[in-house]
């Protein structure tokens, strides 16, 4: 396991957190890959604005993230690579430290006690009030994703540590259309079969886009050097933009 601290945190209080359960906490973000964070960048950087630490932990270097590249590399020179983009973004949204697993990307789920284990262990240093990760969906399907999620449950419940999930503004960012869209892009991935049904979130994070695009161009490897939602359609952008939303688990 591999860690880099972006920047001291210190604990500021400034009252932003409003009637969110986690914002101005000592919280985790656990995701499966780099970039991965872009689902909950807004969240990072409204948590260090309310005066919390944010503690990013990946599972993988996303070695196997080669669709977007314009030419060929190896997966130890792309794992190099979005390591520095990872760190890149977490530097913009002010991410208190980064923890890399250092599990294989697109196999996550063959090495989920191992997983468990890593995570645990890193959890249990950091000693967080909330964890934010996936729900049963994984968001897109990614089997990692949906790996990471069940991880994150059962630590969250080992360790009684409130756990909230990712999720969409609405049920259509979920639609087979659009699936089959993001699938079509990502030919080295891991995907269900079938999506889960989705479920409406309960917290809605009000973010800052400008600081948002910020950090995911930091993501060159997999968006390009431009704007990293041009290709997407635009309802889909929309909601990554002006908010993010999230279910509090049952654990």
Known sequence: MEHSRTRRGTTRGNGRAGSHPFLGKRIVVFTAHPDDEGIAAG???????????????????????????AKPVSDAALKRIRKAELLAAAKVLKVDEVRFLGLPDAGVKAHSAALFEKAMRAVMRIGPEYILSFGPDGMSGHLDHITVGKAARRIAKRLRIPLAAFTRADAGALSDERRKFFLARRKFGKYARTMPEYRKGDIKVHIDPAVKRRALRRHVSQFGPGDPFARLPKKVAAQFMGSEHFIRENI
Do not use: D, P, Q
């Not at 969240?43 to 005066?51: D, P, S, V």
């Not at 990013?56 to 977007?68: D, F, P, Q, R, V």
């Open 43 to 69: 969240t990072m950087y409204e948590n260090h604005r309310a005066g919390g630490e944010t503690f990013l932990i990946c599972a993988t270097y996303g070695e196997k993230g080669k669709s977007h590249l």
